[in-house]
């Protein structure tokens, strides 16, 4: 089955650095790659996504990137605010018996400090 | 819409109750799943349901039952709680039955097993 492997565990910035988050996953069938935040005490969103199809996708402060090749995927957010400190969970698909399934990494707490 | 919700938000079990925690969403959504979050342990699929009647085995299945007889609910039974299975549950629910799509999560229920 699917494994995902992320790190860092923990990250702390400075308001206005960059904070990079990286994810390696193991099943090369894998083609859906999303990006979920947490923050204390709510629920997960799910803030960006890409599929196996692009190399990279941005949204504001928020890009992903994609290797296939060597299956990793990382999420850049570029100047960084206060309000992004939060778990950050990367994920990767993996197939079942019913139907496709998603596998979370171990999760990244960002804290940004100002 | 509601979207998706859980109930209870908080459980105290015994070692040994059984219970059911209940998910339901108003979206129309085939997709749903369980999750537990453990600290430092990220999001663990327990169940997940491609519609009606299909049910597959996530990453921890053990200790816990699901069944789904209409779209709009799928519950997760304890069959005999254990105190490995203190932990916060969410439910989520997403479009379609392929899982390429946003999920979008309950609120939580946080069991405590004594």
């Known amino acids: 089955g699917e494994n995902v492997e992320q790190h860092p565990s923990t990250l702390s910035v400075q308001e206005g650095d960059s904070a990079v988050i990286k994810c390696t996953y193991s099943?090369?069938?894998?083609?859906?790659f999303p990006w979920y935040k947490q923050e204390l005490g709510k629920r997960p969103q799910l803030i960006i996504d890409?599929?196996?199809?692009?190399g990279e996708k941005k949204d504001q402060r928020i890009a992903v990137t994609l290797n296939k090749t060597a299956k990793h995927f990382s999420l850049h957010i570029t100047e960084t605010q206060p309000e992004d400190s939060a778990v950050y969970f990367c994920a990767a698909i993996t197939v079942g018996q019913a139907g496709t399934a998603l596998i979370f990494g171990k999760g990244t707490t960002l804290s940004v400090s100002s | 819409n509601a979207g998706v919700t859980q109930t209870p938000k908080f459980q105290v079990l015994k070692t040994g109750q059984s219970m059911t925690l209940q998910c339901a969403q108003d979206?129309?959504?085939?997709?749903m799943s369980w999750y537990r979050q453990d600290p430092g342990m990220g999001l663990r699929l327990i169940h997940y349901?491609?519609?009606?009647?299909?049910?597959d085995q996530g990453e921890v299945p053990n200790g816990y039952n699901v069944s789904r007889s209409t779209t709009e609910d799928f519950p997760l039974r304890l069959l005999s709680a254990a105190p490995s299975q203190t932990s916060v549950y969410f439910c989520?629910?997403?479009?379609?039955?392929?899982?390429?799509?946003?999920?979008?999560f309950g609120p939580g229920t946080r069991l405590t097993v004594t």
């Open positions: 979206m129309n959504h085939e997709y």
């Open positions: 890409i599929r196996s199809n692009v």
């Open positions: 099943d090369s069938a894998s083609n859906y």
């Open positions: 349901s491609v519609g009606a009647g299909i049910t």
């Open positions: 989520a629910s997403s479009y379609g039955d392929s899982l390429l799509n946003e999920q979008y």
